[in-house]
Every structure is written in C-alpha cells, then in structure tokens.
Nanobody
Framework: QLRLVESGGGLVQPGGSLRLSCAASGPALKDYAIGWFRQVPGEEPEAVACVGTSGDKTMYLGSAKGRFTISRDNAKNNVVLQMSRLKPDDTAVYYC????????????????WGQGTQVIVSS
C-alpha cells in the first residue's frame, strides 16, 4: 500500500515562498503520477499541479501557473511543490495524491492520498 506524507506547510507572509514535500513509502513512487491538491473549509479540493511518472511532464492549474513548480526525485521517493509569490488566497490544506496513470486534474482519479499540510498566507 502506497503511503504519502506531506510536510513543509506553515505560516508565511504574502509574497513569500514555501516548499512542500511529499514523501512516499511502500511501492516505488516512480510508477505513479503525483498531484498536489488544496482545500479550504466548505469547498471542494482543487487541483494545483501534477507531475508525470518520470518528471518530464508537468501540469499546473489555476493561479498556480507561473508561481508554483512541481518536481520529483524518484530515487528519493519524494515530490516537491515549490510555491512562490504566495497570496492569502493560497491559504488551504495541501494534499499530495498518487495515481498509476497520467496526470489529471480530476481528484477522483487519484487512489492514494496523504493527510495534508496546512499553509497559511497572512501578514
């Protein structure tokens, strides 16, 4: 069973940066596309970014475009979401998720989820 653990969340001022990490254990991460999603209370989770199995294909959605960068290190079973120029609207719980096929923005396609890490962007 693939297990995902997010880390790196916290409080940051607007305009600042955070680096979120998704560490995997169990089956090799290299077989999975990894997505990052975020959720605020009362709303559905939204896709933020996704990286394909080898790392050569990435997808960014919404306001993440141009500000966030997703990357992976399959040797270390780790995926990173580097977030910059953060805004208060980026405040959410961020989740990483894994699925065996190509990147997609549809959360229903992802079978494995971490527990989430809170990001708060506030002055």
């Amino acid at each position: 069973q693939l297990r995902l653990v997010e880390s790196g969340g916290g409080l940051v001022q607007p305009g600042g940066s955070l680096r979120l990490s998704c560490a995997a254990s169990g089956p090799a991460l290299k077989d999975y596309a990894i997505g990052w999603f975020r959720q605020v209370p009362g709303e559905e989770p939204e896709a933020v970014a996704c990286v394909g199995t080898s790392g050569d294909k990435t997808m960014y959605l919404g306001s993440a475009k141009g500000r966030f960068t997703i990357s992976r290190d399959n040797a270390k079973n780790n995926v990173v979401l580097q977030m910059s120029r953060l805004k208060p609207d980026d405040t959410a719980v961020y989740y990483c998720a894994a699925q065996l096929f190509a990147c997609t923005e549809y959360r229903s396609e992802f079978a494995h989820w971490g527990q989430g890490t809170q990001v708060i962007v506030s002055s």
